[in-house]
């Protein structure tokens, strides 16, 4: 196996961190002065929802670059309801500080990304609107994420209504490997039923003990902890809730030390095509620059397995959604282009075209294939976003829990609860010892948002 721990465990924790802090289009980190709730209302502006012009206020724009086509909600939205989306710019990690300043000043901001802090700080200063009034849940039109929606209200009102499911962390293997290796195939066990965390262990070990080759790396520690289903810092009737004394936590945390001697702490840049390797964790689309790295491998990719008596798998991954600014009067438009985001993922035409493009091969302007995606593998990646439930972490958006840092000692808590004892085994002692440093400092933090 190559030498190379020292340098890839450094690239390796930097690349977990940035899948957690420093996810560009999910989290803000605020100004430090965020006690003060916002209760400013922008003057009232005269614009009709029909023809509504919607304050976007992120790090990226909804508009297209020049030369490039419209994405299928924007153009629904300029079509039918003749509105148009006017992109208000700000700085990577500063949309909710930038959110504050806009409402205190008066200016117009309509709608927001949801950030990994929305629903902590942004809902203690009151920085959104609810969207009940705007929102029919009822309809059938948000089937498949009313459940989302209800499990992210406050105070029976919502305020994140998602439209859909992005980014899933799965397990990309190839089932050539499998064979060779006399493997059952993952994808089978998992429509099976049978795709949990012994039959995973049992695989794992069998190719170790077999190639002395590590049977998996990436982004692996977020992913299975919330393969239990439930995340470090929760939300219930009596608000935020921390599960460090749950028993399913533990369990996880536990099997990092039979982890810890299969976890190759190298970074790919996509599946290996020499047999090193029997499982890379990363998001869907490794899978399709994989396919064109090892076209022979017969790639496929599986959800985390599922916690030994659980009935369903859980996925790590993104809502999509954007949430109503406070003092916006324009919360029917707002409604309106979420609707339209809506329609694009459920409505037939969309579907098809969306799954014809997924399966173009990318080329390079010399003909070399960067990547393409199966229809198999599209079919099975677009039902576990549409099926299976999402882990939602609020600790993310907690300030005091995320820091990132090269050494185990400078990361934040969540940062080491979530993968520390499988990077930094020796340094974070067992899963008791972790727990208890970890629990006053975070019952504090959660203290603050209560």
């Known amino acids: 196996m190559k030498n190379r721990k020292r340098i890839s465990l450094l690239l ?79 700085e990577p990690g500063k949309v909710t500080s930038t959110l504050v300043s806009r409402i205190r000043a008066g200016e117009q901001v309509d709608m927001v990304p949801l950030t990994e802090d929305a629903l902590t700080e942004g809902i203690r200063q009151q920085l959104y609107q609810p969207l009940d009034d705007y929102i029919d849940l009822s309809d059938a039109l948000w089937d498949g994420v009313r459940e989302a929606a209800d499990s992210l209200s406050r105070g029976g009102q919502h305020y994140v209504v998602p439209y859909g499911v992005s980014d899933p962390v799965l397990l990309i293997y190839s089932r050539s490997l499998c064979k060779e290796q006399k493997l059952k195939d993952p994808y089978t066990l998992y429509k099976d039923g049978k795709w949990d965390w012994d039959a995973f262990m049992d695989m794992a070990k069998q190719f170790h003990e077999e190639t002395e080759n590590p049977a998996i790396a990436g982004n692996l520690g977020k992913a299975w902890m919330q393969s239990t289903g439930k995340p470090f810092v929760g939300y219930g009737e009596t608000g935020f809730v921390s599960a460090l004394d749950d028993a399913d936590i533990a369990k996880a945390e536990e099997l990092f030390g039979e982890l810890r001697p299969l976890y190759d702490d190298d970074w790919y840049r996509s599946y290996p095509d020499d047999g090193e390797l029997l499982f890379l964790a990363m998001q869907d689309w490794m899978l399709d620059t994989s396919n064109a790295a090892c076209p022979d491998a017969d790639l496929m990719a599986v959800p985390f397995p599922k916690m030994p008596g659980n009935e369903t798998s859980y996925l790590s991954a993104e809502y999509e959604a954007k949430l ?26 969309y579907l098809e075209s969306a799954k014809e493009k997924a399966l173009t091969e990318q080329k390079s302007g010399s003909g070399v294939t960067l990547s393409y995606r199966t229809e198999e593998q599209y079919d099975a990646i677009r039902s576990y976003v549409e099926t299976l ?40 002692g067992s899963w008791d010892e972790l727990k208890e440093a970890s629990a006053e400092s975070m019952d504090s933090v959660i203290k603050k948002y209560s």
């Open 12 to 90: 390796t924790a930097c690349a977990v961190l940035l899948a957690g802090c420093q996810k560009t289009s999910t989290q803000s980190q605020p100004e430090p002065d965020t006690t003060a709730a916002v209760t400013e209302t922008p003057a009232a502006t005269d614009t009709e929802p029909e023809g509504s012009v919607i304050y976007w206020l992120a790090e990226y724009d909804l508009n297209p670059a020049a030369g490039a086509e419209r994405s299928p909600a924007l153009a629904m939205y300029e079509t039918e309801y003749h509105g148009k989306v006017e992109w208000v710019r700000c």
């Open 324 to 349: 109503l600014a406070a003092g916006s009067q324009n919360a029917e438009a707002v409604a309106q282009y979420l609707t339209c985001e809506r329609r694009v993922r459920t409505e037939e035409k």
């Open 389 to 428: 439930p999402v882990v939602y972490e609020y600790g993310w958006g907690m300030q005091g829990l995320c820091k990132t840092g090269y050494a185990y000692e400078e990361r934040g808590i969540l940062d080491n609860l979530t993968d520390g004892l499988l990077l930094y085994g020796n340094a974070a």
